[in-house]
């Protein structure tokens, strides 16, 4: 499945060039569609439960150019996305619903 996200904000970027530090903010705006992969089922009280989550691919690069050095910040968002993939309020989230009668 492939869950539409956009990656609005700011990477905060610190080096240190010929002994001094150089700080940057970098403004990012990048749309990406990871694939998801998760088993449904069905809850003892009807809700829906995702198990098995996992994140397969982020199709999409990221990288930033500051003063001319190209920084893969695709770990950093990985690395988040797969956490946020984790949380329980997942279904949440995602506007889950439950097959439960009202």
């Known amino acids: 499945m492939k869950l539409p996200i956009n990656l609005a904000g ?50 999409g690069r990221l990288r930033v150019s500051v003063l001319g050095f190209q920084i893969n910040i695709e770990p950093f968002v990985k690395g988040e996305l797969e956490r946020q993939l984790q949380n329980p309020r997942l279904l949440d989230l995602l506007g889950g619903f439950s097959l439960a009668p009202s």
């Open 10 to 59: 700011k990477v905060q970027v610190e080096r240190r060039v010929f002994g001094q530090m150089v700080q940057t903010s970098v403004p990012i705006n990048e749309n990406l569609a990871p694939e998801v992969r998760f088993t449904p089922s069905i809850g003892s009280d009807y809700g829906l439960q995702l198990e098995d989550v996992s994140l397969l691919s982020l199709n």
